[in-house]
């Protein structure tokens, strides 16, 4: 694989790909998250890391959304006054505090997915045949790439996926 002078790695046709496919994602999420203003984007995105990775220090959460401290805390405080999370001592952690999503915020975490599943389903009805032909592949393409970005790709991955795909 060749490199530019700006490091990047590809042919120029695969980084125009590359270029072009990273704009489309970054403009579609942010279409989607726009619809929806039930709770704000690092509201929403704070309470779905507790959704998907369970209780956390505002530490870990912090660090996950790439955001300061003062800053989630800030937005946990927040999300508290509104019952969505509460705080509980850390039983490894004397002085420390884990978060966690009460049901309403899990209910919240589950509306606001549905909410943003009906925005792009409503948009799918504006594809032709092949258009959705193509889409109906996309989360499995879109999977495989975010494997090999992370390093957690394999064979028995790939297979699974064209098994999936029908091919």
Do not use: K
Request: hydrophobic share 35%.
């Amino acid at each position: 694989m060749e490199a530019n002078s700006d490091g990047a790695r590809g042919s120029a046709s695969e980084l125009d790909t590359a270029e072009r496919l990273r704009h489309a994602v970054g403009a579609f999420v942010r279409a989607v998250r726009s619809v929806s203003d039930a709770v704000g984007a690092g509201q929403i995105e704070t309470l779905g890391l507790l959704e998907r990775g369970g209780e956390q220090s505002i530490a870990d959460l912090a660090r996950r959304r790439g955001v300061r401290h003062q800053t989630m805390s800030a937005t946990v405080a927040e999300l508290e006054s509104a019952g969505l999370l509460t705080r509980a001592p850390d039983p490894s952690d004397g002085r420390g505090v884990l978060i966690h999503l009460t049901d309403t915020g899990l209910e919240t975490v589950a509306m606001e997915r549905r909410a943003r599943s009906g925005t792009i389903a409503d948009a799918m009805r504006s594809l032709d045949e092949r258009q959705r032909m193509v889409l109906d592949d996309m989360p499995g393409v879109l999977d495989q790439l975010t494997r090999e970005i992370s390093g957690t790709s394999s064979a028995d991955d790939r297979r699974r996926d064209r098994r999936a795909r029908g091919r």
